[in-house]
């Protein structure tokens, strides 16, 4: 499974610069971008990822899904940065995530360009390219923190820029990729100590989260009440395990009061 999951991901990698950019669409939403590109690779995905594991279900970012259930279930971002893809800049990543009893117990990033394969199953450990990862130990001050400004979403706008501001005044210093698959994954090696976003779709979080905390990091729904959840657009908030509490806090600080889509 893992071998041919992987071969599926890299082959869905080489749509990225192989196939031509054709189609840049806009959908609901400030700058929500979809290409023929992300298409032709979540129809790709459907297609190898279901006859990979027969009587299992997909939810994807284009197309029409059904609630997650507790069935074998595939969650996957075809083009995870589709702004970045098409400004050529290079940043972006095919996200697969495999969900049993709603959960995911597989998670895996493809970033073609760099050719990183990021991967991790619940209860293993994280590897990338084969080699064991962990978060780093870096200490809150000199922590660097990632971050997403939910572009489609322009009434976050102010507060991501807030709380962003809020790390750059407290921690060492602030990254902005376009991807949050990737940022996730930087996270999960110690390329970064910190991430968040205001607004995720589970396509966006699902293998990453995964990835996270089996390299020994910590994430969290800030802005929900009870377990963490697979099945809903939402606030992500990660960190190495040493810094989780003065993230969280000063989250917390400037979020008080406020919820997703107010």
Same mark, same amino acid.
């Given at each position: 499974?893992?071998? @041919?999951? $992987?071969?599926? !991901?890299?082959? !869905?990698?080489? /749509?990225?610069?192989?196939?031509? +950019?054709?189609?840049?669409?806009? @959908? ?24 990979? *594991? ?14 997650? %259930?507790?069935?074998?279930? &595939? ?6 940065? %589709? ?5 050529? =800049? ?7 995530? +495999? ?10 990033? &493809?970033?073609?360009? $760099?050719?990183?394969?990021? =991967? ?21 001050? @000199?922590?660097?923190?990632? /971050? ?5 979403? %322009? ?11 809020? =790390? ?29 976003? +205001?607004?995720? @779709?589970? &396509? ?5 989260? *995964? ?9 969290? $729904?800030? +802005? ?17 395990? *040493?810094? !989780? ?8 600080? =400037? ?8």
């Amino acid at each position: 499974m893992r071998e @041919k999951l $992987m071969q599926i !991901a890299r082959t !869905a990698g080489n /749509f990225f610069s192989a196939r031509a +950019l054709s189609e840049i669409d806009q @959908k609901e939403g400030h700058a929500n971008f979809v290409t023929n590109i992300d298409r032709e690779v979540e129809d790709y995905l459907q297609q190898t990822l279901l006859s990979l *594991l027969p009587g299992s279900q997909i939810i994807g970012e284009e197309k029409e899904n059904s609630a997650l %259930t507790d069935a074998p279930t &595939w969650i996957v971002d075809p083009v995870d940065g %589709t702004t970045n893809l098409i400004h050529d =800049y290079r940043c972006s990543a095919v996200s697969i995530a +495999l969900c049993e009893n709603r959960k995911p117990v597989i998670g895996l990033i &493809w970033q073609p360009y $760099m050719q990183e394969m990021f =991967y991790a199953e619940a209860g293993r450990g994280a590897a990338l390219n084969g080699t064991p990862i962990h978060v780093s130990e870096q200490p809150f001050d @000199k922590a660097l923190v990632a /971050f997403g400004t939910s572009p489609y979403h %322009t009434e976050l706008a102010e507060k991501s820029m807030e709380l962003a501001l809020a =790390y750059l005044h407290t921690c060492a210093d602030v990254r902005r990729s376009g991807s949050a698959a990737i940022d996730l994954a930087y996270l999960a090696c110690g390329r970064h100590d910190a991430f968040f976003e +205001l607004n995720l @779709k589970p &396509w966006d979080y699902a293998a990453g989260s *995964l990835i996270v905390r089996e390299a020994g990091g910590i994430v969290s $729904m800030p +802005l929900e009440s009870g377990e963490f959840r697979y099945d809903r657009s939402t606030a992500i908030l990660a960190s190495n395990a *040493l810094i !989780a509490d003065e993230i969280a806090a000063v989250f917390r600080r =400037y979020t008080d009061g406020f919820h997703h889509g107010s």
